[in-house]
């Protein structure tokens, strides 16, 4: 039992590179979440889903895209990486609208 | 839109003593959750407050649930070094869809 894994943990990308962050549940979740985490700013939800097939915007969902085309998935992409997208994103699963499980993060630097 | 606000944003504690934590909303939230956050790891959950005037223990740790859902506070008692992290409290509106505001967290250092 994985819980959330996120791939890849750490990427360096020049500005106006894309890059695609994958995220995988295997505990069933019909809930996903991404989030994104600055110093001093807790974490901001970026983007989330609430079933196979659906997405919807957060707080800053500017810059990103989405997908959840299978249940255990969550793609977040950057079609073209900009300095202020430099961040530790991290992906998050639920059952409901209780307890968040996430996983260990990713750091992306963009130059 | 809802905001949550975290305070204090930093805590320095001697092992040994007690701190508390203050979270507070600009609206009502249907919940409020909180989560820890060990340096360089993912946030963890610790417990849900769902209860108007809820109190929950976890052994050292005492959460509250103000009775206008609006503020939450999380206090511990008797701080050890393994305390050392980012509280985090995250509130859930009641049209939020699971969506949590998240604060922007206490970091707590202690020093032996």
């Known amino acids: 039992n994985a819980g959330v894994t996120q791939t890849p943990k750490f990427r360096v990308l020049k500005t106006g590179q894309s890059m695609t962050l994958l995220c995988a549940q295997d505990?069933?979740?019909?809930?996903m979440y991404w989030y994104r985490q600055d110093p001093g700013m807790g974490l901001r939800l970026i983007h989330y889903?609430?079933?196979?097939?659906?997405?919807a915007k957060g707080e800053v969902p500017d810059g990103y895209n989405v997908s959840r085309l299978k249940k255990q998935n969550f793609l977040l992409g950057l079609e073209s990486a900009a300095p202020s997208q430099t961040s530790v994103y991290f992906c998050a699963s639920s059952y409901s609208t209780d307890e968040q499980f996430f996983g260990p993060g990713t750091r992306l630097t963009v130059l | 839109g809802q905001q949550v606000m975290q305070i204090p944003q930093y805590q320095h504690v001697q092992e040994g003593e007690d701190f508390t934590t203050y979270c507070n909303s600009s609206?009502?939230?249907?919940?409020i959750q909180w989560y820890k956050q060990r340096p360089g790891g993912h946030p963890v959950f610790l417990i849900q407050?769902?209860?108007?005037?809820e109190v929950k223990k976890q052994k050292r740790l005492t959460f509250q649930f103000g009775e206008a859902k609006k503020n939450s506070s999380l206090h511990i008692t008797a701080t050890q070094t393994t305390d050392v992290g980012t509280y985090f409290c995250?509130?859930?509106?009641?049209?939020?869809?699971?969506?949590?505001?998240f604060g922007a967290g206490t970091q707590v250092v202690v020093t032996p």
């Open positions: 609206t009502t939230l249907s919940n």
């Open positions: 889903s609430v079933g196979e097939g659906t997405t």
């Open positions: 407050l769902v209860k108007s005037g």
């Open positions: 505990m069933n979740h019909e809930y």
């Open positions: 995250a509130g859930a509106s009641t049209d939020s869809w699971g969506k949590l505001q």
